[in-house]
C-alpha cells in the first residue's frame, strides 16, 4: 500500500536553528498538509498546499514557518528560527482529491533545546 | 469556528467487550473522520463519512448529520485494538480551499486481557 513517509523520525534542533522536515507524499495525490501534536495535546492544522501554492493556514503558520514542493515529490515544511514552543511531534498527510481520506506520514518528532 | 469533542477521553474495558466512542461538532461539516493514533504516535485513517453508517471488520462507524453527531464501535473488543481513537471534521469545502482538518482531543483507548 503506498506510504507518505517522513524524514527524519526525530532531530534535536537547538533553539534559533533552522530546521526542515521532509515528507515524500502519495505520488498521485494533489492536497498535502502539515500539521502538530504538541506532547499530550490534540493535533492541529498548519498548512495545506495545492497546485503548487498555499490553500489554507492556521494562525499557528506565522513567518517563521514555510513549505515548499521544490522538486515535483518532496514536500518540506521549514522553522526558520526554532522556538523551544515548537517542539512537537510534525505530521504530514496527502490526499488524493477532495472528499478522500487522508494518508498520514508516521511523523518527525522536533525537540527544541 | 467548528469545535469537536468526544467521551470518554479514557476507556479501560475487558476483552470482548462492545465499545462505542462518541464525537460532537459544532457547525456544519463535509465529512467526519476516524483515526487511530498508535502508541509510537502514528496516525491510520479508519473512516471518512459524510452520512449514515460504514463498517470495516469489526469496527462500525455511524453519523447523524442533524445531531452533529458520530459514533465509533468496535465490536468484540482486543488487547490490540488498544490505542487513542481520534475524529476530525472537514470544513465546508468553498472556493476549492483545502480547509485542514479540526481534530477532538482523543480517546485513550485500554482493552485488558
Known amino acids: 500500500e503506498p506510504e507518505v513517509t517522513q524524514t527524519p523520525s526525530h532531530q534535536v534542533t537547538q533553539m534559533g536553528q533552522e530546521v526542515i522536515l521532509r515528507c515524500v507524499p502519495i505520488?498521485?495525490?494533489?492536497?498535502f498538509y502539515w500539521y502538530r501534536q504538541i506532547l499530550g495535546q490534540k493535533v492541529e492544522f498548519l498548512v495545506s498546499f495545492y497546485n503548487n501554492e498555499i490553500s489554507e493556514k492556521s494562525e499557528i503558520f506565522d513567518d517563521q514557518f514555510s513549505v515548499e514542493r521544490p522538486d515535483g515529490s518532496n514536500f518540506t515544511l521549514k522553522i526558520r528560527s526554532t522556538k523551544l514552543e515548537d517542539s512537537a511531534m510534525y505530521f504530514c498527510a496527502s490526499v488524493r482529491d477532495l472528499g478522500h481520506g487522508y494518508t498520514f506520514g508516521s511523523g518527525t518528532r522536533l525537540t527544541v533545546v | 469556528k467548528n469545535e469537536v469533542e468526544q467521551s470518554p477521553q479514557n476507556l479501560t474495558a475487558q476483552e470482548g467487550e462492545f465499545i462505542t466512542i462518541n464525537c460532537s461538532y459544532s457547525v456544519g461539516i463535509s465529512a467526519l473522520h476516524w483515526l487511530q493514533q498508535h502508541p509510537g504516535g502514528g496516525i491510520v485513517s479508519l473512516f471518512m463519512l459524510s452520512s449514515g453508517k460504514k463498517k470495516h471488520g469489526r469496527l462500525i462507524a455511524t453519523i447523524n448529520i442533524q445531531e452533529k453527531h458520530s459514533s465509533l464501535h468496535i465490536t468484540a473488543s482486543h488487547p490490540r485494538d488498544s490505542a487513542v481513537y481520534i475524529c476530525?471534521?472537514?470544513?465546508?469545502?468553498?472556493?476549492?480551499?483545502?480547509?485542514?482538518?479540526?481534530f477532538g482531543k482523543g480517546t485513550h483507548l485500554i482493552i485488558q486481557p
Open positions: 476530525a471534521s472537514s470544513g465546508m469545502y468553498s472556493g476549492g480551499g483545502a480547509d485542514g482538518l479540526t
Open positions: 505520488s498521485n495525490h494533489l492536497y
